[in-house]
């Protein structure tokens, strides 16, 4: 069965520290991968995606993720974490093995906290 | 260009009412899709419908149901409320047809059910 996980549920880091969200998926064929950001009482917003390709992949707000295949991981990554940082990350996998669709699933979250 | 928006924003509903939400998704996109948040569950999916068709279902009861029209606005419904479908239900369009799961959110519509 297709999961995600997210082995830290809450995480806080100094700004200006560098950060790293770890993911760890499972799911039969290539995975197509994703990180959102939840501030309070929004939506969530794409920060980057993985497809194929190359397997580093940049987002926006000068994030960046690593895929794995042998690892089976997608951790995000920031050199230098800012104030505005502090929200509730999301890994996902998207569902496309059984044809075309839009459903992801979604790890279970890390909050980020930055001290400042 | 306009995001995803849905409406009513916040609502309140007792057990055993229903409700309806709406969602317009962003001018072109034809994939709808929406998700459960709750504390304890996280990110659930629970339908997607893509050129009025749903194409894909979550593990929901039947009284969780939605629809498409021709302008590619959606709208979900729920009957016969239970106090644990309060949560915040997140509505996502999408442009490419062929599925990739790259999805553009709106803000949500939070439900509490007394």
């Known amino acids: 069965a297709q999961s995600v996980t997210q082995p830290d549920i809450h995480i806080t880091v100094s700004e200006g520290a560098s950060l790293e969200l770890r993911c760890n998926y499972s799911?039969?064929?290539?995975?197509?991968l994703f990180w959102y950001v939840q501030s309070p009482g929004q939506g969530l917003q794409l920060l980057l995606k993985?497809?194929?390709?190359?397997?580093l992949v940049q987002g926006i707000k000068g994030f960046e993720a690593e895929f794995k295949r042998s690892q089976s991981s997608f951790n995000l990554r920031k050199p230098s974490v800012h104030w505005s940082d502090a929200a509730e990350y999301f890994c996902?996998?998207?569902?496309?093995?059984?044809?075309?669709?839009?459903?992801?699933?979604f790890g279970t979250g890390t909050l980020l906290a930055v001290q400042p | 260009k306009a995001g995803v928006t849905q409406t009513p924003r916040y609502l309140i509903k007792t057990r055993g009412q229903q409700v309806t939400l709406s969602c317009s998704p962003i001018?072109?996109?034809?994939?709808v899709s929406w998700y459960q948040q709750t504390p304890g569950q996280g990110l659930q999916f629970l339908f997607e419908?893509?050129?009025?068709?749903?194409?894909n279902k979550g593990n929901f009861p039947g009284r969780f149901s939605g629809r498409q029209f021709s302008n590619s606005r959606s709208e979900m419904n729920v009957s016969t409320l239970e106090l644990g479908d309060s949560a915040l239900y997140l509505c996502?369009?999408?442009?490419?047809?062929?599925?990739?799961?790259?999805?553009?959110f709106g803000e949500g519509s939070r439900l509490t059910v007394l």
């Open positions: 799911y039969g064929a290539t995975p197509y």
């Open positions: 996502a369009s999408s442009l490419a047809g062929v599925g990739t799961g790259e999805l553009f």
């Open positions: 419908y893509f050129s009025e068709t749903q194409r």
């Open positions: 993985y497809f194929s390709g190359d397997t």
């Open positions: 001018s072109g996109h034809r994939s």
């Open positions: 996902a996998v998207g569902v496309h093995s059984s044809g075309a669709t839009n459903k992801l699933i």
